[in-house]
């Protein structure tokens, strides 16, 4: 199985500024990485596929970017709003894996 | 509106069984490989399993600590996607999440229901 590592585990962060969170795979993956946001006590949600491709209707303010073994998010502009666990995930090779989340506080 | 929504959580013995269900509005769900992924409590999200698209079958691919446990299964006629699970453990307690991805070779989730807890205690 391909294995996941987000950093850091948990981070803090001011209003108005930025973030990056990286996610290393165990193996190469290509581009096939997808980011979700979950806020607290909600279901997750679709930011990001192929590395760097926003979802529809999500902001700007994502972006991400890497290939093969080594991606990172990164969110701009901060907003109390983007309070939640963000997590990676390969879908490159069953079974599909995610990283472990990494807990953004503002 | 494009949604999901699952249904049929509970509380079940261990070694019991439970069949959740995943509604599909707003697109037809066969076009689509659909997901399940659950997440204890407190904890991170695991990916259970995938059902390929009508194209495709509905051929189906499974995470180790479920398989020949679980079945993911596709009911047409009402646009739904179905988990059916058997010889339940504690450990199999979670928030059990369908997903919608893109359909054919690499396909990344676009759509998350909003769950359906599970909980397997005596």
């Known amino acids: 199985d391909i294995q996941m590592t987000q950093s850091p585990a948990s981070l803090s962060a001011s209003v108005g500024g930025t973030v990056t969170i990286t996610c290393r795979a165990s193996q190469g993956i290509g581009g096939h990485l997808a980011w979700f946001q979950q806020k607290p006590g909600k279901a997750p949600k679709s930011l990001i596929y192929?590395?760097?491709s926003l979802q529809s209707g999500v902001p700007s303010k994502f972006s991400g970017s890497g290939s093969g073994t080594d991606f990172s998010l990164t969110i701009s502009n901060l907003q109390p709003e983007d309070v939640a666990t963000y997590y990676c995930?390969?879908?490159?090779?069953?079974?599909?894996?995610f990283g472990q989340g990494t807990r953004l506080e503002i | 509106e494009i949604q999901l929504v699952e249904s049929g959580g509970g509380l079940v013995q261990p070694g019991g069984s439970l069949r959740v269900s995943c509604a599909a509005s707003g697109f037809t769900s066969s076009d689509h490989y659909m997901d399940w992924v659950r997440q204890a409590p407190g904890k991170g999200l695991e990916w259970v399993g995938r059902?390929?698209?009508?194209?495709?079958?509905?051929?189906?691919e499974y995470a180790a600590s479920v398989k020949g446990r679980f079945t993911i299964s596709r009911d047409a006629s009402e646009n739904s996607l179905l988990l059916q699970m058997k010889s339940l453990k504690t450990e199999d307690t979670a928030m059990y999440y369908c997903?919608?991805?893109?359909?054919?070779?690499?396909?990344?989730?676009?759509?998350w229901g909003q769950g359906t807890m599970v909980t397997v205690s005596s």
């Open positions: 995930q390969q879908y490159n090779n069953y079974p599909l894996t």
């Open positions: 059902s390929r698209n009508k194209a495709s079958s509905y051929s189906t």
């Open positions: 192929a590395a760097s």
């Open positions: 997903t919608r991805a893109a359909g054919g070779g690499y396909s990344a989730s676009d759509l």
